[in-house]
């Protein structure tokens, strides 16, 4: 990539935006597919867990092979695919047809999320990857302030299918640009068809456990946020869209203060600071039902977990060589999807409804969410200090090849 330039990361960035966003807006339109489709309301956990599962299964099988394909070519092929059956999803005639078409979208979504993620590293300077991975993690930020409370409006004012046919077209257009406007990454010496040299690496091994305690612990929450707000703590349906663009926005702010810091050598800091204050957040909001605005709670739970992510994924760019990080991304997305997948399916399962339709237990879901928090933001402290500890280890071999 030129020097300043930023045409790819705002690429790929929208195309975070839109890939998380569409996943995301099934979660809050939950209320809706109860009411429009008869899906259950305890069964939308299934829905966002089984695309998660089917997008960790499709990225550990096409992880041996990622690296060896042309990056460019097989993102704007992928790409295409993921939002042409998004787009599919708004003719349904039933749950169960949305459920597997989105799932089928899902499936797709892995292998295309680690091929531009590994384009990104490749792309992207070391120097710089604190400040520009945030900003393509910005994204998730914009997928909270834009595309869920526009699929809620959509939804609101002309049915559930609209928000499917406006964003599944919009990543189709995306797809397209991207034949014109994404740069072709510099090649690599073939990785060899095999993910056992990244297995062995205690460092990798301990960045998937690390990703798989962060997205197991948000998943038990996330996928119910919208039910609980409307049928537990009696949030307005006309707000929802407010309230979420209200935690996008405290999302961005977080990650471009903190995207700062990183690049300054102060991962350790947000990583331990981040992790803290979701965890305490988490209980006086969820927990212990403390008597805060929620328009404050779930802000500074949108902006906490943002924090937390772009400092992880930032920390663990620094794990792969440049002819294994399509393996890498693949594997951390299988297990961040698979980890997200059995968090939501797990709380589908655990949780009960009453006659009103409030749920039953998320309080205690809640409580195990901090609890992984807590323990996963020590673990990013122990994964820095293995990374130090590397440095040091092949600084001597560097030097004296110099």
Not at 48 to 70: I, M, N, V, Y
Request: hydrophobic letters at 55%; a positive charge; one cysteine or more.
């Amino acid at each position: 990539m030129n020097p300043g330039s930023t045409q790819p990361v705002q690429l790929a960035m929208l195309i975070n935006m839109l890939s998380i966003g569409s996943l995301m807006m099934v979660m809050p339109l939950g209320p809706d597919f109860v009411r429009e489709l008869g899906m259950a309301a305890e069964h939308i956990g299934y829905i966002a867990g089984g695309a998660t599962l089917a997008s960790a299964l499709s990225a550990a099988a096409c992880a041996a092979w990622l690296d060896r394909l042309e990056r460019k070519r097989a993102l704007v092929v992928l790409l295409a695919l993921r939002f042409a059956l998004l787009l599919a999803c708004a003719g349904v005639t039933s749950a169960g047809q949305l459920i597997l078409l989105f799932v089928l979208s899902g499936l797709v979504a892995g292998p295309m999320g680690a091929v531009l993620m590994a384009s990104m590293l490749d792309l992207i300077p070391p120097a710089e990857r604190g400040r520009k991975l945030a900003h393509v993690a910005m994204g998730f930020s914009l997928a909270a302030i834009l595309v869920t409370p526009a699929a809620l409006e959509l939804s609101r004012l002309w049915g559930w299918r609209m928000p499917f046919l406006l964003f599944g077209g919009l990543g189709l257009a995306l797809a397209v640009a991207c034949i014109a406007l994404f740069p072709s990454p510099p090649r690599h010496p073939r990785a060899a068809a095999s993910l056992l040299p990244l297995l062995r690496t205690p460092l990798c091994l301990g960045a998937l456990a690390l990703v798989a305690l962060q997205m197991a612990g948000h998943f038990l929450l996330v996928p119910h946020f919208a039910n609980c707000f409307e049928f537990n703590l009696g949030f307005a349906r006309d707000q929802l869209g407010l309230l979420y663009l209200c935690g996008g926005l405290a999302s961005i702010a977080s990650m471009r203060i903190g995207g700062g810091l990183i690049d300054r050598g102060h991962a350790a800091a947000v990583a331990l600071t981040s992790s803290g204050l979701l965890a305490l957040v988490t209980l006086l909001g969820f927990v212990l039902l403390a008597p805060l605005p929620l328009f404050v709670t779930f802000a500074l739970f949108m902006a906490l977990s943002a924090l937390r992510t772009s400092s992880t994924t930032t920390i663990l760019a620094g794990i792969p060589a440049p002819n294994q990080r399509a393996a890498f991304m693949a594997l951390q997305g299988t297990v961040s999807n698979v980890a997200a997948g059995l968090g939501s399916l797990a709380s589908a399962r655990y949780l009960g409804t009453d006659a009103t339709g409030a749920l039953l237990g998320f309080e205690r879901l809640a409580g195990l969410n901090a609890l992984a928090g807590l323990a996963a933001g020590a673990g990013v402290l122990a994964l820095l200090d293995a990374l130090r500890r590397r440095a040091q280890a092949t600084a001597p071999t560097t030097t004296s090849q110099a």
